[in-house]
């Protein structure tokens, strides 16, 4: 699969600074711009490379990543903005989707005993315990968001990186983190990153004057499997008038790689 990589105008960055002043510590939030530099996209072929590319554009603080591809080819090496819907646009996601999948976990509460700078990889393990079953036995590549260690230790914010069995559309993960969701009942999955212009940020913190509070903030972890077979919910795999074996059916094609999108990309 591609992994589409844009950087942004000089003097803008992808990512939060934090300054130490003698008022304190000073925070500047995202300042990417509006115009970006299209470069060519990664090719990655399983989860061990994308883990790879992420830790190397983790020390990049003017790059960052969308799902969408640029819509004409010319655009690679010229700057364009990050538009792109309803077949207009900049940028445009492939019909199938991609094989790999962010989930943004955004301040959600952990157990008092567990904390990001002493064990980063038990925190990842218990949110990862809240996704559905398919994922608990899954390789990932964790990275810690940019606010990580700078507010409630209670509440952490990370992304988590999988790789799938087979391309999930976009339209098809946002309902299926919708449905993840309701089932949790709370938000443990941003629906908002399943569109192919949201931006994927993938650079460390800028610390002016202080040290990074949180040392490590990314890593691979290698499991039994190095994909996960997402399971869809019915609403998305039964079409109107079809009958609940049939559906059945394609969902269990969907587990191993035959189901609704790669049938949908073949038609």
Not at 10 to 33: C, L, N, S, V, W
Not at 87 to 112: A, H, L, M, S
Not at 113 to 119: A, P, T
């Amino acid at each position: 699969d591609w992994v589409p990589i844009l950087s942004t105008s000089p003097g803008k960055h992808a990512t939060k600074r934090f300054t130490k002043t003698d008022a304190g510590i000073e925070k500047q939030d995202y300042d990417a711009g509006y115009w970006y530099g299209v470069l060519d996209p990664w090719i990655v072929h399983d989860i061990c490379e994308l883990s790879e590319l992420l830790t190397a554009l983790e020390g990049l603080p003017n790059l960052l990543v969308i799902r969408g591809a640029p819509r004409e080819p010319s655009y690679i090496g010229t700057h364009v903005r990050r538009l792109g819907s309803n077949g207009e646009g900049n940028f445009e996601t492939p019909p199938q989707g991609r094989y790999w999948i962010q989930i943004d976990v955004d301040k959600i509460e952990v157990p008092r005993q567990l904390s990001l700078l002493k064990d980063p990889i038990a925190v990842c393990e218990h949110l990862i315990g809240r996704l559905p079953a398919e994922f608990h036995k899954a390789s990932y590549h964790w990275s810690l968001s940019s606010s990580a260690g700078m507010g409630d230790p209670s509440k952490v914010s990370l992304h988590l990186w999988f790789w799938l069995t087979s391309p999930i559309s976009d339209n098809t993960l946002k309902v299926w983190g919708k449905s993840v969701n309701d089932k949790a009942g709370l938000k443990l999955i941003d629906t908002a990153l399943f569109q192919h212009v949201q931006a994927h940020y993938t650079a460390a913190p800028i610390f002016e004057g202080l040290p990074d509070p949180i040392p490590v903030r990314s890593g691979l972890v290698k499991k039994k499997r190095d994909t996960v077979s997402l399971v869809l919910p019915t609403s998305v795999l039964r079409a109107p008038g079809q009958p609940a074996s049939a559906c059945n059916e394609l969902t269990r094609s969907a587990s191993d790689g035959t189901g609704f999108d790669y049938h949908l990309s073949m038609i």
